[in-house]
């Protein structure tokens, strides 16, 4: 066994010592999208620092915990919290623990963050469902060597989001009566949020939205064969758009202010995997 397989096992073996829960969906939470967690019944929560090799999530936002448990009566793991490369993460680094999300039994993903809304059809608050991405960090995940038991060397990307789970989503948006938007989720390094010429650039290259996750997750998803449905929060229009500065203080304001949508859309959308 290789070097990160042992280390997924033990991961896997300390994760099952805590909770019997056998786990058919992941999710993963971006800035301020953590409360789906209270929702989570029969609970176990796990520090990413007790979890054998798992780094430790240092954002604001961002709590960095494991929780094993039911969501919707489904069982789930869930990240509150994740792992950035501008944390100083290497992208490996970032999707070890969708890797052991897998090896526990989740086969589905769903994933979350929040965004920049670079189309201008868009506003903050909207929430949208990634339909593709560009991957415009630079890195992934998968370089070095490939590990034949999880994946193959050169993964299909082509429907990197399921399109099943995303005509699943907008069903849902359509009965809870609001609207979904969808589109295209660029993913830059950050920190630094993006000049108002990248956002140009970025439009030009088709993106509807821009963050600083996700893709290196999906991306080992799609390797290790997980479906994969990927929901941002547009938590403010990028960079250059409405002619004021970007914080997180607002990202974090925003999702505050969207929670209860998302919070339904997520909870129905598990029940419905
Ligand atoms: N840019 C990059 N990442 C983000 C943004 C943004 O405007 N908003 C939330 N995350």
Redesign the pocket.
Known sequence: MNTQAKQIQEAVEFIRSQSPVKPQVGLIMG?GLGVLADYIEQAVTISYSDIPHFPVSTVEGHAGELLVGTLSGVPVVLMKGRFHMYEGYGAELTAFPVRVMKALGADKLVVT????GINTNFADGDLMLISDHINFTGRNPLIGQNDNNVGVRFPDMSEGYSRRLRDVAKGIADEQGFQLREGVYLA?M?PS??TPAEIRMMRTLGADA???STVTEVIAANHCGMEVVGISCI??M??GILDQP?SHTE?IETTERVKSRFLSLVQTLVSRL
């Not at 963050?113 to 920049?116: D, I, K, Y």
């Open positions: 800035s963050n929040a965004a920049g830059v950050g949020y993006e821009v963050g600083m938590t403010n990028a960079a970007l990202v």
